[in-house]
Structure formats: C-alpha cells, structure tokens
C-alpha cells in the first residue's frame, strides 16, 4: 500500500517571516503566570520604541571541519557539482568561484525539535537534470526512541526545498554511515527511486520521492527497535544510459550480515533482471562471506569493484578485501584485486576503464597510519599508497577515512573523508603527493560551552567543544592557534576573571590519552597554559560535558563535576577542598547531572550555584544557592524555592549573571525567565515565555554589550518560546519588552550554547545542532 507523507516547503532566502513582523513592529502579548507573594510581578510586555535591529545574517567562527563528513558526491554528468553530506551538521555544495563550501541545509529552517535532521545519510542527484538534489536525514535508526527521516527535495541546487515524511527510520549518525550511497535514482527513468534502510529492507518510490513502498519481493523483514543495524546497504543501477523514459531492468542490491541473518537471506549481494520484481542471491568469494561491503561501483565497462571487510563501522580493523567482478555468464566472475589481514577497507572509488582503471582505496583503521590511501593505476594488478607519510599541508587526515572520492574530470585530484573534515591531493600522480584540507567554510565543530570576555580582553572568545578541545580564539575570521589540548581532545566548561580576563579556567577530556579528564589554566589570555596537578572529588570519574567552574579571582577556582559536590581551590588546582553544597540525588536512567555555576562579575566574594533538578521528569525543583566567601561555602536562596522553579535538565537550562551589577541574576528553567536584583533574595518572573507547542520555554539566557541609551546596563537574549513561536528574543530594558531576534531561516536545529558578545552590540554566538559557532550580524 502505498503510504502518503506531509510535504512542507522552505525558502532558504526567507528572512522575515509573517510572526516576526508582527513582533518587530506590533505588540507581544504575554500571559501573566501565578507568582508566590515574595515574587514581584510584570506587566505584561509591549514592543519597545527604538529598539536595537533583528540578525540580519550569521557568519560562522572559524574552523574549518571538525566533525566527520560522511561522503562526497559528484554529479553523475556535471563533474563541476560537488556535494558533501556531514553526520550531524548538514549538506554543503562547493562553490569553485571561491574555493568554499555553501551550507544548504540552514536555510531550511529545522526548527529546536529538529536537530536530527542535520544528520544526512544520504544525497542522490538526478543524472538528466543537476538542479536536482534529493537528500535523506535523520539519525535514530538504531536508538530505542525512533523517528522516522524525511527525504527534501530541491529543483535548484539546495536553495529551497520541500520536504516528506518517510515510513521507514534513517541513521545518519550510526554507524556505518559512509556506506552506501543509500538513495538510488534510476538513470532512464529517475522518477524510480530506491532506499536501502538499516533496519526495513529496501524501499521503493515511483513518484520521485513523494510515496514509497517495501520491496516486498526482495524482503518483507523490518527489525525491531534498538541496537546497531547496518541494513541493507546500496542498490545500484546496471546500465550506461539515461534519460531514455524506460527504467532500468538490471539492478544489483548490497546488504550487510545482519539484515542477512534477520530476514534469512542467503548472500550480501543480490540481482534482479525485472526491474526489481524478483531478486536472486549472487554468490560471493568464500573469503568475503558473512562481509560488510561498505561501497559498490559501475564501471563504464560494465565491471564492478566492491569494497568488503569483515567488520561494520568507521574506523575498524580487517581483514578486507577489494574484489572486480563481472565479465562472464550469469553476472560474471570475481578477481580478487587487494587484501589486508590488519587494516579495513572503507572508502573505494575508480575511474577509467580496462587495463588502466585507476582505483582508490580508504584505509580505515586508525591504530597504525603507514596506510591511508592505496592506489592502483592498472586496475588493481600492483598497489602504492600516495598519502601516509607524504606532504601534508595543516591536517593528518588520519582515520575513518571510509568515503574516497576521484574527480571524474580530473583523475589527480582525489578527495576522502575522515574523523575531521575531507582531504585531496590534485597530483596524485606524483611520487610524493601533496594533501591538503577541503573544509573552507563547511563548519561542523559541536561546541559544548563558550564564553566571551569583557571588552578591551586581548580574545574574543572561547570555545569549548566536542572532539577538537578548548580554544582561545583572537580572530573570529581565522582558524585559532591557542589551545591547552590542541590534539584529539574535549571542551567541556571555561570560566575567566572578569576584571583580570588573562586569566583563564577550563576542564575537558584528553581523548587521545585514554579519555582522561584534565584541568588547565593560563595566566596569560591563553599564551601558555598548566595542568592542574590535581583535579576535584567525583572530576576523574566522569567525563561528561555536563559541569561547571567559576573563576571568581586568579588563582582561585570551583569546579563543579558531573554527579558531584562542587570543590574549590585557591593554588589553581594544587589541592581542592569540597564545598558545602549538597549532593545530587539520582534522577535515573544514567542522566548526568551537575551545579551550574556564576561567578559574581561585581564581587569576587560572590558566587551562585544553580541545581536544575536534572531532568525534566525528576520532580525536583530548580534551585539557588549563594556563597559570599568566594565559593567556599553556599546557603540555599529561599526566594529561588519560593519563586517554584521547574525541574530540567541540563541542556534547557541555564544562570548568568549580569557583570555590570553586582547580585543581578538571571535563570531559565526550561519553562520561563527568572530574574533577581539581590543576589537572589527575591525572583521576577516572567510571564512572556512559557513551554508551548513541543518547545521550551525558555532554555538559555545570556547578556552582551547594551544598546547605546539603553535603560538596563546589559541586552538580554532567551531562546525559548513567546506566544507559542520558538526563537531567540531579545529585550533591551531589563525583560520588560522583548522583541524576536532570530527568524525562522536561521534556527539551526535549536542550540546547546548561546552567548553574547561584549564588544558588539546585537551579536551573540550560537552553536546549532553541529553546525559549528555561528555569530549574528
């Protein structure tokens, strides 16, 4: 039965839309919620006269990469379209005019509940027509909370989309997501759509994506929830034509060993010669049986070159094996063209025909780097490798390097995948080929935590994030230099001295050392730094981002650990002495949990701790806690217990504090804003915000520099939800109006950081669902 979807359509040039007009230039009405008689009340807010512009734009902080770029994807007949697709931060198209990559996935819009399709498992493009994308996210496939994908189709090379739901589950972030291509267009007739699935067998669509249907014929198996799938894998397309108006009849089917064993199948690769309507299991070489084959290619001869290894994943171990095969009597035979007992074969791509067929192959382990890209200029009979251990201009390109893509116009120029962005060479010809990375612009870092100093700090910025570290960043424009950890490392929590901001505190992961947990400070903007030489009760055992430090004064630092009392030291980590803060009781389920901590800008002495309750289900209400002796000892603010704050996890909530005044607090619990003028003695609540339609309340809240003329010292930005619209919305007189700041076009999939900026009024950093640190305009 065929199955019909909701379509939806975006225009990534959308920068107004019909609400934000309406908030920029009328009134935003809120609804007054109850407060507890120690809890001042607000009126409800209006649109205040002259204030400060929306984002008119976002330019992303400088990186270049950092998270891994799942495939490169030419076009099938316009070699100078290139498209690249990220496991968790979107599509890009390169743009050869500037050498750089152009996002077409932020425009869309995802909106704070749609992160997860940032993550893209598959791109297919329409050999008859290159305006043609058609793209496949989603990244639940194999968790126990499922979400089906959708397919988004754009008529103009990612500019504007529409998309439609899908019946079946999609695992751009899973493992095993380089395999494929997944999505497959019939060449003759490219209404014919295939999609191998991890969990769901194979689907087919006849209307370009809009319906689809399980090839039944092939398998009828859908896997149940839970656990890692590899699934079936590509379905390739036996013919040199296209556009003829017929589909084609020859088709070839890939499938790993667990949908094998699922739906009793008896081979990883099948045949059909009617157009899909039967499928007939072609023998593989006993050495590859039971094998993934992660990729599987046509040559213009008709032969085919496949990719297989033994274990499923990036980055694993062999043995693998790439195999020719075709050329004889009921499908051909099999030549058995390399093998590796030690590294896995991942990543394969070939051009030309015959005798001097070039083949490229991706090494994908990563405990040895003496093999990463192993070449054959005659078609697979000698083999050299051409990048490990050759000139490297900045990055090692080491590891799961399971994409290799060849220009099909340019034999020397060869591209691959890896753990941090894409490398090339374009002289792979050569004895000692150069490579270089292809990442200018495409932006897929995961920050975990930033901050920005007080204007006149000799850095603009620092930023904690997943997987490339902590960093001290001067250039917002240039790729930053300053890092305690520069290798494969974490970021995790960072605090500086507001009135000495040399003076810096970080803790993070060191992940290339058995993921050790490390704490750093520098006395110096982040010029050198030391290792604490002791880290705080509970720091050790848990290396989750959710945490915390505060650094009232040099020299002096409280951390606060995942599950853990916060400690203090006063000798930058030589020794550390636990607070009197309580413990944090469980809230189940291996949901991590911690202090959130404020130093007060004004007064040193001054430090606030905030206890979300952990969890949205915990039933344990958000609270804070003050210290007036620099962070040593805290008692409980009994106006915070009585202004009922809600309970939330860590991600949608958050504290600042206003640098400009001392005891100027402000708290989101993940349903509305708090605001308090004493130190917390007393709370304001606001009644703009308020948890609707799926959205948050309100989840972060930061400060940056003030309007000029301004009433309140400080422009305050909240994400969460106004009048039922999610967005970012900023007030410029302390909470009493509030106007939105971000558009739809600009959402980013909802943001795990938001901070504002001291030296610019209207900018503020925000991180998106791995789409890197992007700065508003």
């Given at each position: ?293 992660p990729h599987m290619v046509r040559a213009g001869d008709g032969y085919f070159y496949m990719a297989f290894n033994q274990n499923g994943g990036q980055g694993q171990a062999g043995p693998g094996y790439v195999y020719k095969f075709g050329g004889g009597a009921n499908g051909g035979t099999w030549t058995q063209l390399m093998n590796s007992s030690l590294f896995g074969v991942g990543g394969l791509s070939i051009n030309g025909t015959g005798s001097t067929t070039r083949i490229a192959v991706g090494m994908t382990a990563w405990f040895d780097g003496s093999k990463q890209i192993q070449m054959s200029d005659n078609a697979g009979a000698t083999w050299r490798e051409v990048e490990a251990n050759m000139p490297h201009t900045s990055d090692s390109c080491k590891g799961w390097i399971e994409s290799v893509t060849i220009d099909p116009a340019n034999r020397d120029h060869i591209m691959h995948v890896h753990g941090g962005g894409i490398c090339e060479t374009t002289n792979a010809s050569s004895a000692t ?345």
């Amino acid at each position: 039965m065929t199955q019909k979807y909701r379509v939806k359509k975006f225009n990534a040039k959308l920068v107004v839309p019909a609400l934000l007009a309406t908030l920029v230039a009328g009134v935003i009405t809120g609804c007054a919620g109850g407060a507890d008689s120690e809890i001042a009340s607000a009126a409800a807010p209006r649109h205040m006269q002259g204030a400060g512009p929306a984002a008119s734009s976002w330019t992303p902080v400088k990186w270049g990469g950092g998270g891994y770029v799942t495939g490169t994807i030419y076009h099938p007949v316009n070699s100078s379209l290139l498209y690249a697709r990220t496991d968790v931060g979107g599509a890009y198209r390169w743009n050869a005019t500037n050498s750089t990559w152009t996002p077409i996935t932020d425009g869309i819009g995802f909106g704070p509940n749609e992160g997860r399709y940032h993550g893209v498992e598959s791109i297919a493009l329409d050999p008859n027509n290159d305006q043609l994308v058609y793209m496949v996210t989603g990244d639940t496939a194999t968790s126990d909370q499922v979400h089906n994908g959708r397919i988004y189709i754009s008529s103009d090379r990612g500019t504007n989309w529409t998309y439609y739901d899908l019946p079946f589950a999609v695992g751009g972030n899973d493992d095993g997501r380089a395999y494929g291509e997944r999505l497959s267009i019939d060449p003759q007739l490219p209404s014919i759509m295939y999609y191998a699935t991890r969990k769901d067998g194979l689907w087919k669509s006849t209307d370009s994506g809009h319906t689809w249907n399980q090839v039944t014929s092939f398998s009828s198996t859908r896997i149940a929830t839970g656990g890692q799938k590899y699934g079936t894998v590509q379905v390739l397309f036996d013919t040199p034509n296209r556009g003829t108006g017929q589909q084609t009849w020859v088709l070839w089917a890939t499938v790993s060993p667990d949908y094998v064993q699922a739906a009793g199948l008896t081979s990883s690769l099948y045949k059909s010669t009617n157009g899909g309507a039967t499928w007939t299991p072609v023998a593989v070489p006993s050495a590859v049986s039971g094998y993934h084959i992660p990729h599987m290619v046509r040559a213009g001869d008709g032969y085919f070159y496949m990719a297989f290894n033994q274990n499923g994943g990036q980055g694993q171990a062999g043995p693998g094996y790439v195999y020719k095969f075709g050329g004889g009597a009921n499908g051909g035979t099999w030549t058995q063209l390399m093998n590796s007992s030690l590294f896995g074969v991942g990543g394969l791509s070939i051009n030309g025909t015959g005798s001097t067929t070039r083949i490229a192959v991706g090494m994908t382990a990563w405990f040895d780097g003496s093999k990463q890209i192993q070449m054959s200029d005659n078609a697979g009979a000698t083999w050299r490798e051409v990048e490990a251990n050759m000139p490297h201009t900045s990055d090692s390109c080491k590891g799961w390097i399971e994409s290799v893509t060849i220009d099909p116009a340019n034999r020397d120029h060869i591209m691959h995948v890896h753990g941090g962005g894409i490398c090339e060479t374009t002289n792979a010809s050569s004895a000692t080929p150069t490579w270089s990375p292809k990442v200018n612009n495409l932006e897929e870092t995961a920050t975990l935590f930033a901050l920005a100093p007080p204007a006149g700090a000799q850095y603009k910025l620092i930023n904690a994030a997943g997987d490339i570290g902590p960093w001290v960043i001067t250039d917002l424009a240039t790729r930053p230099t300053k890092s305690p950890t520069p290798g494969w490392s974490s970021g995790n929590a960072v605090d500086l001295v507001w009135s000495d901001p040399s003076y810096i505190a970080v803790s993070g992961v060191d992940n290339a050392n058995n993921h050790t947990v490390k704490g750093f400070w520098s006395g110096d903007s982040g010029n050198s730094w030391s290792q604490f030489s002791s880290l705080p009760a509970g720091a050790a055992a848990n290396g989750s981002h959710v945490q915390s430090i505060a650094a009232p004064s040099r020299n002096n630092v409280i951390w606060a650990p995942p599950d853990s009392v916060p400690s203090y030291s006063t000798n930058n980590g030589a020794s550390w002495t636990s607070t009197n803060l309580p413990g944090l009781p469980a809230v189940g389920g291996g949901w991590p949990r911690a202090y959130r901590l404020a130093a007060d800008r004004k007064n040193p002495n001054k430090v606030y701790a905030f206890d979300s309750g952990g969890a949205d289900w915990s039933w344990l209400p958000g609270k804070v806690y003050v210290s007036t002796d620099g962070g040593h000892n805290f008692t409980l603010s009994q106006g915070s217990v009585n202004a009922n704050m809600a309970w939330e996890d860590w991600v949608h909530s958050s504290i600042f504090v206003n640098p400009n005044a001392e005891g100027d607090i402000w708290v989101t619990d993940g349903n509305t804003v708090y605001h308090s003028l004493d130190s917390g003695a007393t709370w304001v609540k606001s009644p703009v915000f308020a948890t609707a339609n799926g959205t948050k309340g309100a989840s972060k809240v930061t400060l940056g520099k003030a309007l000029a003329g301004s009433s309140y010292s400080a422009a305050v930005y909240v994400e969460g939800t106004v009048n039922g619209q999610w967005g970012i919305y900023r007030s410029d007189d302390g909470g009493a109006t509030w106007s939105r700041f971000n558009d739809d076009a600009h959402q980013f999939g909802g943001n795990t950081v938001v901070v504002g900026d001291w030296n610019t009024y209207g900018r503020i950093y925000v991180n998106g669902a791995a789409r890197g640190l992007q700065y508003s305009n």
